[in-house]
C-alpha cells in the first residue's frame, strides 16, 4: 500500500491520504514524500483545494520512536530537515487546505493538522503535543507554526504538559474549526474545501501569504542558518531513554 493516496473529487478537489501503517508515524522519506506530494498538488492547475486525511483510526501518532532509537547523528540531522521541510511546505502551500481528523493526532503529527487552514474533526479526534515526554524539543519549522497556529495558553499547555485535548477542548480553543460525527467527516471536510476553493484562487494565495509571510521567512532563514542539522544534532542525553519509556507504556 502506498503511504501517500492521492483522490480527486468533484471541483478540483484533490484528497491526500497518510497511510503509512499503522499510525503515520513520522520518518523523513515520509515526510519528504509528503513534501513533494504538497508541492505537485500546488503546481496542479486541475486543483483547486486539498484535503489531507488518514487511512486509519490515527491520523498520525507523531515520531516514529522505534526507528528514532535506531538514528546515529546523521538519522537526527534527517528527520529534522524533514520536520521542517515537510510541515513547512503544507503551510506555505498557497491552495486551500483542510484537515480531515478522525483520530488521534499526536506530537509532530499535530502538525499535519496546524498547518492546514482549516480543520473539521470527528469525537474520537484528540491533539497534543508530547515532545517533552519523549525528551526532544522542537525543530524551527513545527515550532514557528505552533507559535503561529496556537494561542499562547494552548501553546504553553500543550508544550509544557505533554498531554492531549479532547475534540470538545480543541473546538472550544480553535485549534479545530468543526466537530461533526465520524459517519460525516470525509463529506464535511470536502465541503469546508469547496467552500475555501470559491474564493478567487490568487487573491486566497496573496492574502494567505500575507498571514504566514513572516513566519515562513523566519523558518527559511533558519533552516538556511543551519537549522536542518543541528551541530550537536537533535536528541539530547535524556532522550532515547524517555522514548524507550514511552514505547513500553510508561511516558
Known sequence: MAELIRTDHAGGIARLTLARAPVNALVPDFLMDFAVSIDR???????????????????SAGLDLKAAQTWDRGGEHAIVAALNIGFTTLFACPKPTVAAIAGPAIAGGLFFVLGCDYRVAAPRASFGLAEVRVGADFPVGPMEIARATLSANDLRRLM???????????????????????????????????????NPPLTYAAVKRQIRGE?????????AAGGNAPPDGWFNSETKAAMA???AGRG
Open 160 to 198: 509544557l504538559t505533554g498531554q492531549p485535548v479532547s475534540a470538545d477542548r480543541a473546538l472550544a480553543s480553535g485549534i479545530v474549526d468543526e466537530l461533526v460525527d465520524e459517519a460525516m467527516l470525509g463529506e464535511a471536510a470536502l465541503q469546508a474545501a469547496a467552500a475555501l476553493a470559491d
Open 245 to 247: 519509556r514511552m514505547i
Open 41 to 59: 498538488l500546488a503546481a496542479d492547475d486541475a486543483v483547486r483545494a486539498i484535503v489531507i486525511d488518514s487511512a486509519f483510526g490515527v491520523h
Open 215 to 223: 513566519v515562513i521567512a523566519r523558518i527559511k532563514a533558519a533552516m
